[in-house]
């Protein structure tokens, strides 16, 4: 199999789908993480944050030295004070992950988050600076 079919030819395990619908429509969840099986050439769950869990809970569940696709409930007020919440997808890819994930998680990226139907944001981030709360709060707005 060649990589170009490799990176396409990416699967995404139902349970993805069915439990990013359950974080969008029941808030079951706070945060979501997935991870590329490379071997199995699929995106699995890894992790889920129950939806007492706070954005640090979060952040930590994201490997320093590994690519993951995540998502995250992020909720914000308003200069009108109104309760609002925005769903973020991030991309994970740190400058210390190998270049051969960041190539597998980058080629799989739009696919994977097509499958996601109700992402509101996108971020990509490199180090956790560029995923910080202030980031989320400019982003949500």
Not at 13 to 23: G, R, T, V
Not at 34 to 49: H, M, P, S, T, Y
Not at 85 to 97: G, Q
Request: proline share 3%; with cysteine; glycine share 2%.
């Amino acid at each position: 199999m060649s990589k170009a079919n490799a990176a396409s030819g990416m699967a995404v395990h139902d349970d993805c789908k069915l439990k990013f619908l359950e974080l969008k429509a029941k808030r079951t969840y706070r945060f979501i993480v997935f991870k590329i099986e490379e071997k199995q050439k699929q995106v699995i769950v890894e992790k889920l944050g129950e939806p007492t869990q706070t954005y640090e809970d979060f952040a930590a569940s994201l490997p320093a030295e590994e690519c993951r696709y995540a998502v995250y409930d992020y909720d914000f007020v308003t200069a009108e004070n109104c309760q609002k919440s925005r769903i973020f997808f991030i991309a994970w890819s740190p400058d210390t992950a190998r270049v051969r994930s960041k190539m597998i998680y980058a080629s799989s990226k739009d696919r994977f988050k097509r499958e996601l139907d109700g992402i509101q944001v996108e971020l990509q981030a490199t180090d956790p600076s560029e995923m910080g709360l202030d980031v989320f709060k400019d982003r949500a707005n």
